[in-house]
T-cell receptor, first 115, second 112 residues
């Protein structure tokens, strides 16, 4: 199916563990983004990628690592999970040509709980 | 002060009412304005996209941008229970590298 898929849908882990959230898109969009969504904060950008092997920090990158070896995949890793990283994580993609480049397409999210 | 301010609500209105959702912003460089709708336990989906000032209409939805007042609005006519969701505004500047600045979202409840 065309679109953007995230896995897992739900994840429970313990503090200090490494966790990887997966994101896969089938549109061949150049740009991909990772956001976290928390009550009172809305969507906050963690990392984004303009193309394969090109990544950059967003607003809240600390404690997270990303990679993008292939255009279609953009995994997000929490190196040593903390309780403050309990959140809902959304992956998104976009086609970079203006004026359409700001139109983001989102996955269904991963709800992560760090105990 | 946040770059984009949006009342979190909830906003509760009866079915059939006209709904007005708003965001204010501080960065005069913003040129691209969007409204996303997010249903519970789902990702946001783009509802309306506007470049610069003016109005845009799509069915029951109208987006307005007033750059002189740094104020954007989303109007929903003949509101339906299926419109119950959280509505997020987002905006960006031309040189933003496609990074959006988001409002916190307004939770809308349409009562049958």
């Amino acid at each position: 199916d065309a679109g953007i898929t995230q896995s897992p849908r739900y994840k429970i882990t313990e503090t200090g563990r490494q966790v990887t959230l997966m994101c896969h898109q089938t549109w061949s969009h150049s740009y991909m983004f990772w956001y976290r969504q928390d009550l009172g904060h809305g969507l906050r950008l963690i990392y984004y990628s303009a193309a394969a092997d090109i990544t950059d920090k967003g607003e809240v990158p600390d404690g997270y690592v990303v990679s993008r070896s292939k255009t279609e995949n953009f995994p997000l890793t929490l190196e040593s999970a903390t309780r403050s990283q309990t959140s809902v994580y959304f992956c998104a993609s976009s086609e970079p040509n203006r004026p359409e480049g700001e139109k983001l397409f989102f996955g269904s999210g991963t709800q992560l709980s760090v105990l | 002060q946040k770059e984009v301010e949006q009342d979190p609500g909830p906003l509760s209105v009866p079915e059939g009412a006209i709904v007005s959702l708003n965001c204010t912003y501080s960065n005069s460089a913003f040129q691209y304005f969007m409204w996303y709708r997010q249903y519970s336990r789902k990702g946001p989906e783009l509802l309306m996209y506007t470049y610069s000032s003016g109005n845009k209409e799509d069915g029951r939805f109208t987006a307005q941008v007033d750059k002189s007042s740094k104020y954007i609005s989303l109007f929903i006519r003949d509101s339906q229970p299926s419109d119950s969701a959280t509505y997020l505004c987002a905006m960006s500047a031309y040189d933003s590298n496609y990074q959006l600045i988001w409002g916190a979202g307004t939770k809308l409840i349409i009562k049958p």
